[in-house]
């Protein structure tokens, strides 16, 4: 599961068209972070992107090293209820900042800006992951 969430953060996330098409520009959550060129103009990326991929990256790093240490086994534990409420909590405030700022940039120009699979996808990985851990838990709490 963190293996196809970090595979998504590197799918298209959001799209800006202006005129209402569909033929706009897509950004991942990487091209979120590092920035872009959009029609020959550089669009910045913010640091806070990165953020939808450390957790997952993290979690995933330990989960090979979990069954060897028993202190890392209790930190995966709960970093499986933590990733996915923090990476859900961090992609919608992307979602809205991204939106936010490509609504100040563009200006009055009629412009779509909307989401793609690769954000649907992360946030549904994210919430079967918190699933799974939840069933995990309580399933070595008994």
């Not at 919608?92 to 800006?113: D, E, H, N």
Request: net charge positive; glycine share 10%; aromatic share 20%.
């Amino acid at each position: 599961m963190l293996v196809l969430i970090i595979f998504v953060f590197f799918t298209p996330f959001f799209f800006v068209s202006c005129g209402g098409g569909d033929s706009g520009t897509d950004f991942s959550g990487f091209e979120l972070s590092t920035g872009k060129y959009v029609g020959g103009y550089w669009q910045a990326g913010n640091p806070f992107g990165f953020m939808l991929i450390v957790l997952p990256a993290a979690a995933l790093a330990l989960s090979f090293l979990h069954k060897k240490n028993a202190k890392i086994q209790s930190i995966c534990r709960y970093l499986f209820f933590i990733a996915p409420i923090f990476d859900i909590f961090a992609g919608l405030v992307a979602w809205r900042a991204f939106k936010s700022y490509a609504l100040a940039k563009i200006g009055q120009i009629p412009v779509t800006i909307g989401t793609r699979p690769g954000f649907v996808l992360y946030i549904a990985f994210n919430i079967a992951l918190f699933a799974a851990g939840v069933a995990d838990y309580f399933a070595k709490r008994e």
